[in-house]
T-cell receptor, first 108, second 114 residues
Framework: AQRVTQPEKLLSVFKGAPVELKCNYS??????LFWYVQYSRQRLQLLLR??SRESIKGFTADLNKGETSFHLKKPFAQEEDSAMYYC??????????FGTGTSLTVIP | SAVISQKPSRDICQRGTSLTIQCQVD?????MFWYRQQPGQSLTLIAT?????????ESGFVIDKFPISRPNLTFSTLTVSNMSPEDSSIYLC???????????FGPGTRLTVT
């Protein structure tokens, strides 16, 4: 069963515009959710974790259990934000489930 | 954090041959993962490799096609056997950090099968 869904494969926004990358999940327990990012020619790396409730590079993500969502947001997109973004969920057995990814392009 | 290296970084192979990808970690880790990533597309988990036990394969992946070794806590190999052009992809290994929640990824092995 698909545990993590990212409905947008491609997303383009203009520099300075707000950006939201959508992520929905299905999990019966208390999920732990993450956003991973892969910049061009770099390895995949953790961007942020919902438990830490921190803002990384201006990005935030709030876990909405009612809507089973964990959307990634940034109020003002920058060109360097162009990358592939993966939403991920970890279950109690340390099994990771990655979404299909969203390729974000920030247009200068 | 964990630093992961993979060999080779890329290879071009002929149909029907096999390639073994090595993954080396700079610290001892229990859980290692092997993924396949189509360029610009989704990340697909092939198998989880824990030291001292058989690898656990995800649906659609079998041991005969993707045999995995995990001889110690810092090293693993993935073999792509009897390759076909459909196996062309980037293969990634990753490890679970000590905190139990963050994955650290290797740089990937770009495989092209002709």
């Amino acid at each position: 069963a698909q545990r993590v869904t990212q409905p947008e494969k491609l997303l383009s926004v203009f520099k300075g515009a707000p950006v939201e990358l959508k992520c929905n999940y299905s999990y019966s327990g208390s999920p732990e959710l993450f956003w991973y990012v892969q910049y061009s020619r770099q390895r995949l790396q953790l961007l942020l974790r919902h438990i830490s409730r921190e803002s990384i590079k201006g990005f935030t993500a709030d876990l909405n259990k009612g809507e089973t969502s964990f959307h990634l947001k940034k109020p003002f997109a920058q060109e360097e934000d162009s990358a592939m973004y993966y939403c991920a969920l970890i279950d109690t057995g340390n099994q990771f489930y990655f979404g299909t990814g969203t390729s974000l392009t920030v247009i200068p | 954090s964990a630093v992961i290296s993979q060999k080779p970084s890329r290879d071009i192979c002929q149909r029907g041959t096999s390639l073994t990808i090595q993954c080396q970690v700079d610290s001892q880790v229990t859980m290692m993962f092997w993924y396949r990533q189509q360029p610009g597309q989704s990340l697909t988990l092939i198998a989880t490799a824990n030291q001292g036990s058989e690898a656990t394969y995800e649906s659609g992946f079998v041991i005969d096609k993707f045999p995995i070794s995990r001889p110690n806590l810092t090293f693993s190999t993935l073999t792509v056997s009897n390759m076909s052009p459909e196996d062309s992809s980037i293969y990634l290994c990753s490890v679970l950090g000590q905190g139990g929640y963050e994955q650290y990824f290797g740089p990937g092995t770009r495989l092209t099968v002709t």
